[in-house]
């Protein structure tokens, strides 16, 4: 019933842009905080960006601080991610996932499939 469908990926030179999309259904979206996560062959998973459940708090990884932008639309219960000046080390699979903390306490936590970014020439 969760879903989380990233879409946008794809190959691209150097210099390039991308944008990442993530569309999500069966929870209330509004209400979680939204991040994207990235992992390339033989590295570990890298917290890229998040955005809180409304908007605000935009917050990046270093190596992306300036060159990636994440916005949300509640209305269209979608998450993004604006890449440009990419670069060969930005090339992994990006993830979405969505986090939510209840009153119960329970932390509640989705994934979707991932979409891949290859940067190269």
């Known amino acids: 019933q969760v879903q989380l469908v990233e879409s946008g990926g794809g190959l691209v030179q150097p210099g390039g842009s991308l944008r990442l999309s993530c569309a999500a259904s069966?929870?209330?979206?509004?209400?979680?905080?939204m991040k994207w996560y990235r992992q390339a062959p033989g590295k570990e998973r890298e917290l890229v960006a998040s955005?809180?459940?409304?908007?605000?708090?935009?917050n990046y990884a270093d190596s992306t601080r300036g060159r990636f932008t994440i916005s949300r639309d509640n209305a269209k219960n979608t998450v993004y991610l604006q890449m440009s000046s990419l670069k060969p080390e930005d090339t992994a699979m990006y993830y979405c996932?969505?986090?939510?903390?209840?009153?119960?306490?329970?932390?509640?936590?989705?994934w979707g499939q991932g979409t891949q970014v290859t940067v190269s020439s």
């Open positions: 955005i809180g459940s409304t908007g605000g708090s935009p």
């Open positions: 069966g929870f209330t979206f509004s209400a979680y905080t």
């Open positions: 996932n969505a986090v939510a903390a209840r009153y119960s306490g329970v932390k509640y936590s989705y």
